[in-house]
C-alpha cells in the first residue's frame, strides 16, 4: 500500500524559512508528479508547486521566487524549500502524487497535511 508521508511543518517568523519534506512508501515503480498543495483557514485548497519525473517546475505565482520544490527520485522524495515566509504563507501543506505506478496500478495519492504557521 503506498503511503505519503510528510515531515517539516512548523512555526517561524515573517521572512524565516522552513523546509518540508514528503516520502512516498510502498512497492512504487514510478511517479510522474509530485506535488505540494496548501489549504488556508476558511479558504479551499490551492497548488503550490509540482515537479515531473523530468524535473519540470510548475509555481503558484504567489510563490515564485520565494519557493523552490525538487525531487529525489531515487528516494521517492518530494520537498518545499519556502523562504521569506509571509503570513499569508500559514496553512496546512498537503504533498501529492500524481501518475503514481504502484505494485496496486496506477494512482494518485495524498499525505496526511503539516501545519506551517508564519507570525509577523
Known amino acids: 500500500q503506498v503511503q505519503l508521508v510528510e515531515s517539516g511543518g512548523g512555526s517561524v517568523q515573517a521572512g524565516g524559512s522552513l523546509r518540508l519534506s514528503c516520502a512516498a512508501s510502498g512497492s512504487i515503480f514510478s511517479i510522474n508528479v509530485m506535488g505540494w498543495y496548501r489549504r488556508a483557514p476558511g479558504k479551499q485548497r490551492e497548488l503550490v508547486a509540482t515537479?515531473?519525473?523530468?524535473?519540470?517546475?510548475n509555481y503558484a505565482d504567489t510563490v515564485k521566487g520565494r519557493f523552490t520544490i525538487s525531487r529525489d527520485n531515487a528516494k521517492n522524495t518530494v520537498y518545499l524549500q519556502m523562504n521569506s515566509l509571509k503570513p499569508e504563507d500559514t496553512a496546512v501543506y498537503y504533498c501529492?502524487?500524481?501518475?503514481?505506478?504502484?505494485?496496486?496500478?496506477?494512482?494518485?495519492?495524498w499525505g496526511q497535511g503539516t501545519q506551517v504557521t508564519v507570525s509577523s
Open positions: 515537479v515531473t519525473s523530468g524535473d519540470i517546475t
Open positions: 501529492n502524487t500524481a501518475g503514481l505506478r504502484s505494485a496496486a496500478g496506477w494512482g494518485n495519492y
